[in-house]
């Protein structure tokens, strides 16, 4: 299991946290299953995203501030998710971005983590708010904006 990884082992011995169960990650990869896929990763051509790429040094907390206005950056935990069958970490978004790199070593390939909510002491997740982790940065999801929609009104011409 990733989670004991011996980076992620001694990470969780410094910083607040929670395990997510499996069954709630398995909601996460579900939505990501659903989703156009290109070999084993998304396929962020049919996505429109965010490229955030490691700089020198990176993450840095001044890497960390590039999130602060997206999706994922308007959650105050992210749920940072190994395979579908596993625990997942879930801590604050900051704290969890700045070490993003240490959290998935020894995880091969592309990997994914989104925004969490935890309130009440239960956890929501927001699988929509999601990021691709992998060698060069983060892909961060945009997602398309809700389009209102108008139910017209047979008594009012303007609609």
């Known amino acids: 299991m990733y989670i004991e990884n011996q980076f992620v082992r001694e ?5 607040p946290h929670r395990l997510a169960p499996s069954s709630e990650v398995r909601k996460f990869f579900e939505y990501l299953d659903n989703l156009h896929w290109s070999g084993s990763r998304l396929d962020w051509s049919r996505l429109s995203s965010l490229h955030i790429p490691f700089g020198e040094g990176d ?23 190994y395979a579908p069958n596993q625990d997942a970490l879930i801590a604050r978004t900051g704290e969890l971005l700045a070490d993003i790199d240490l959290l998935y070593a020894g995880s091969p390939g592309p990997r994914y983590f989104c925004g969490a909510e935890i309130v009440n002491e239960r956890l929501h997740l927001a699988v929509e708010d999601f990021a691709e982790f992998s060698e060069s940065g983060v892909l961060v999801h945009i997602p398309a904006p809700a389009r209102d929609t108008v139910t017209p009104d047979r008594n009012n011409p303007r609609t």
Do not use: K, M, Y
């Open 11 to 15: 990470w969780r011995e410094s910083h």
């Open 59 to 81: 993450p840095q907390p001044s890497w960390v501030d590039n999130f602060t206005n997206t999706p994922i950056g308007n959650h105050r935990h992210l749920l940072v998710a």
